[in-house]
């Protein structure tokens, strides 16, 4: 099971030397937009800026749209709960389906879409570092009110960091245990219940060896939560930051008025 999400990959790009503080917020920015867009129109508008998105970075389109198979459930039980669950006019031969839930569906679908795919787009051009420092620049306000940001900082980044490896280690466990045949596939409901236990039980323990592994990889390299860390590389905005902010930024507006 491949999943690009949470991963890093290393370019030379102009995505990857953007500021990462100028690319956590024009991400938030257009999830936000893509929610709020509600025409076919601003959504094949929306569809192409992200597929230049990922022309500027330097990342293969195959990649991200391999990224997005594992997600593929999730856009088609969203869409399949607006097609029976919306009220309108009826579709012939399919009980409680209407012709508006179906055009929801496939709006929220793309939508949900169009948010991964900025989410991946985000974890594979901004190292974990980067990303770290970006988000104790946003919550450093909260620094006031005694909030430990650069735990909350740390913690967001190795959940981002942990996406890919859980997948890839339920996928390996997965294969070994057919190999072994155990079968996870017949049978009823309950049936299959009982048969993801030799799933979770070695999944759970290389979870928390691996968060093992990673306390003592901290504690060797000198991480103690509340001291102040210096970085050997500075961020700084330039000019090409500041026009990406202003000129994503007034397109995504546009789009929500459109």
Same mark, same amino acid.
């Given at each position: 099971?491949?999943?690009?999400?949470?991963?890093?990959?290393?370019?030379?790009?102009?995505?990857?030397?953007?500021?990462?503080? #100028?690319?956590?917020?024009?991400?938030?920015?257009?999830?936000?937009?893509?929610?709020?867009?509600?025409?076919?129109?601003?959504?094949?508008?929306?569809? &192409?800026?992200?597929?230049?998105?990922?022309?500027?970075?330097?990342?293969?389109?195959?990649?991200?749209?391999?990224?997005?198979?594992?997600?593929?459930?999730?856009?088609?039980?969203?869409?399949?709960?607006? #097609?029976?669950?919306?009220?309108?006019?009826?579709?012939?031969? &399919?009980?409680?389906?209407?012709?508006?839930?179906?055009?929801?569906?496939?709006?929220?679908?793309?939508?949900?879409?169009?948010?991964?795919?900025?989410?991946?787009?985000?974890?594979?051009?901004?190292?974990?570092?980067?990303?770290?420092?970006?988000?104790?620049?946003?919550?450093?306000?909260?620094?006031?009110?005694?909030?430990?940001?650069?735990?909350?900082?740390?913690?967001?980044?190795?959940?981002?960091?942990?996406?890919?490896? &859980?997948?890839?280690?339920?996928?390996?466990?997965?294969?070994?245990?057919?190999?072994?045949?155990?079968?996870?596939?017949?049978?009823?409901?309950?049936?299959?219940?009982?048969?993801?236990?030799?799933?979770? #039980?070695?999944? &759970?323990?290389?979870?928390?060896?691996?968060?093992?592994?990673?306390?003592?990889?901290?504690?060797?390299?000198?991480?103690?939560?509340?001291?102040?860390?210096?970085?050997?590389?500075?961020?700084?905005?330039?000019?090409?930051?500041?026009?990406?902010?202003?000129?994503?930024?007034?397109?995504?507006?546009?789009?929500?008025?459109?």
């Amino acid at each position: 099971m491949k999943v690009t999400l949470g991963q890093y990959l290393p370019l030379d790009s102009p995505v990857h030397a953007a500021d990462p503080r #100028v690319k956590i917020f024009l991400m938030a920015l257009g999830i936000g937009t893509a929610f709020q867009i509600d025409t076919y129109y601003g959504l094949g508008i929306f569809s &192409l800026s992200c597929i230049l998105l990922a022309v500027f970075s330097k990342v293969h389109l195959r990649r991200l749209v391999a990224g997005l198979s594992p997600f593929i459930w999730l856009f088609l039980f969203t869409a399949l709960l607006h #097609v029976f669950m919306t009220p309108g006019d009826a579709i012939s031969r &399919l009980p409680y389906a209407t012709w508006q839930g179906l055009e929801s569906g496939i709006r929220v679908g793309c939508q949900l879409i169009f948010a991964i795919w900025l989410s991946t787009l985000m974890t594979l051009t901004t190292s974990p570092l980067d990303m770290v420092w970006a988000l104790e620049w946003y919550m450093t306000p909260l620094k006031y009110i005694r909030v430990p940001i650069d735990e909350i900082a740390l913690l967001v980044m190795l959940a981002i960091r942990f996406i890919p490896l &859980l997948f890839e280690e339920t996928d390996r466990i997965i294969k070994a245990q057919k190999a072994r045949g155990v079968d996870i596939e017949s049978g009823g409901m309950i049936r299959k219940v009982k048969a993801l236990i030799p799933i979770l #039980v070695p999944l &759970l323990y290389s979870v928390f060896r691996r968060a093992d592994d990673l306390a003592i990889a901290l504690t060797l390299r000198g991480y103690s939560p509340g001291i102040k860390r210096t970085r050997m590389k500075q961020m700084k905005a330039v000019f090409s930051d500041y026009a990406a902010l202003v000129g994503v930024s007034a397109l995504l507006v546009g789009l929500i008025w459109l």
